[in-house]
């Protein structure tokens, strides 16, 4: 997804979605010798608190400054995390997609049409 396509509720969703993903890695500590899952702390390494806080300011400036840390943020992001976030938001790239897929949304070339 190009970057230029956000505004900020779309920013907005992508930004909560982000959290969750982010939350839901987990990685292995010892604590008092003893090995423990612990919940993922790279959203709050990112600020990601901030960055919805302003998405969510009545303030216009404010929410255009989210977005625009949501892009900056976006393009650091790994491929595989962007994937994940895309796909639980439900969003593709028809493009993207199989011959087959009906979301596709394409047309066969020289269906029923004779020359």
Not at 75 to 90: F, I, M, N
């Amino acid at each position: 997804m190009q970057t230029d396509t956000f505004d900020t509720q779309t920013a907005l969703l992508a930004a909560r979605t982000l959290d969750r993903v982010l939350a839901s890695r987990t990685h292995r500590k010892k604590v008092l010798g003893r090995e423990v899952l612990v919940a993922g702390q790279l959203g709050a390494a990112l600020q990601l608190p901030t960055l919805l806080r302003r998405l969510q300011s009545k303030q216009a400036r404010q929410r255009e400054q989210g977005r625009e840390d949501f892009i900056a943020l976006w393009a650091t992001l790994s491929e595989t995390t962007r994937r994940k976030v895309l796909h639980e938001l439900g969003w593709y790239d028809p493009k993207a997609l199989d011959w087959e897929d009906k979301r596709s949304n394409r047309r066969v070339l020289g269906g029923d049409q004779e020359d």
